[in-house]
């Protein structure tokens, strides 16, 4: 606290992000990053931009990546705006297009951002509980609100609607922006950015931190109609013109342009994925249903936060959130290698058997 502080930041709850420890030789499972590397094309064109040029300032619109991924989404240049990470690209939608004078809707469990941006930007929000089996009904967003917004999959959950049901509500809902945050919708859903030709009040966010394995890279982006991008490039343009710097723009083409190797380590996160919930399962714990690279579970016999301190003894660190109290006795497992996840079951057996 600070008499030189402005009143808005009294006000801020901030956002906690994951732990990035120091340590060597953890098995880390709590950011959901993905196990695997980015491919080596990415890594070539990041390297090729550590030159002179470095003393120019970057591309302001980043046309080429965004002509990149309007390539790879079948979309136009102009229906794609790029940013920091998504949770820049999130932040700017917040001001942009759901700043209004009612109420905006997401979940009460969800990405636990969007009631920070909420706070920054002074926008009155309802959270709509999930039901007992944590799925995100429709029905309860056919009510009039300032906007709409969640993942698809859910995070911390990872439950995943289907795009009909995403349609429903974008039918159901014509007078105000639709957010789907698609930061998970690589591991095993279906995009719905197919509808964004439909609906004018569709924006759809995505990341290549997660599918792509460039969290340290921070690019996301938006797809929607051009009066939605036009409205994310004005807040942008208010706020800082270069939001990519020439690393960020030549790797993340490269890496939207190797589809196929993105999609490989996709792959084989879902594999893994299925062997940890079996093993897992083995063990009594009961897992949500996931379409995502994490996977959210507990053990009727243990306490959350006290399976997750007994994996941190163990060289594990996966996520706990005390909050809200219906969540605390899950943990939420980012899914990493095959060797990561017979470490954790390992663990996991020492622990829940003693
Ligand atoms: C649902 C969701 N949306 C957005 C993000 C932000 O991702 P980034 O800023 O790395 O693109 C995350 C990160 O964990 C997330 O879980």
């Not at 964004?196 to 460039?214: D, E, G």
């Amino acid at each position: 606290m600070s008499r030189y502080w402005s009143a808005v930041v009294h006000g801020l709850t901030p956002y906690v992000p994951g732990e990035q420890p120091k340590l060597a030789n953890l098995v880390k499972l709590n950011t959901n990053e993905n196990p695997y590397g980015p491919s080596p094309k990415v890594l070539d064109a990041v390297r090729a931009e550590a030159a002179d040029t470095l003393r120019l300032y970057p591309d302001p619109g980043s046309d080429r990546l965004r002509a990149g991924i309007a390539a790879y989404h079948g979309v136009a240049a102009d229906q794609v705006f790029v940013g920091n990470g998504s949770d820049e690209v999130l932040a700017h939608a917040f001001m942009a297009l759901l700043k209004h004078g009612q109420p905006i809707l997401f979940p009460d469990i969800s990405y636990s951002f969007y009631p920070v941006y909420c706070g920054l930007y002074e926008i009155a929000y309802r959270q709509i509980p999930l039901t007992d089996t944590f799925e995100i009904r429709i029905d309860d967003y056919l009510a009039p609100n300032g906007g709409v917004i969640f993942p698809n999959p859910n995070a911390p959950t990872g439950r995943l609607l289907p795009l009909s049901e995403i349609e429903r509500l974008l039918a159901g809902n014509p007078d105000s922006v639709v957010v789907i945050d698609e930061a998970y919708i690589d591991f095993g859903g279906e995009s719905a950015v197919r509808l964004v030709a439909r609906y004018p009040q569709l924006l759809v966010v995505r990341t290549l931190s997660k599918s792509h394995a460039l969290a340290g890279l921070r690019v996301g982006y938006a797809i929607g109609q051009t009066h939605l991008i036009e409205a994310l490039n004005r807040v942008k343009d208010s706020f800082n013109s270069y939001p990519l710097d020439r690393f960020a723009q030549a790797g993340a083409l490269a890496s939207m342009e190797d589809h196929a190797y993105f999609e490989s380590i996709c792959a084989k996160v879902v594999a893994t994925r299925t062997r940890l919930v079996a093993g897992m399962e083995a063990l009594g714990f009961q897992v949500l249903p996931s379409a995502a690279n994490f996977i959210f579970a507990r053990h009727p016999a243990q306490d959350g936060a006290a399976l997750a301190a007994a994996l941190r003894e163990r060289s594990i660190i996966v996520r706990h959130f005390r909050n809200p109290t219906r969540i605390a006795p899950f943990l939420r497992i980012t899914i990493g290698t095959d060797s990561q996840c017979d470490a954790l079951l390992v663990a996991l057996k020492a622990i829940v058997n003693c």
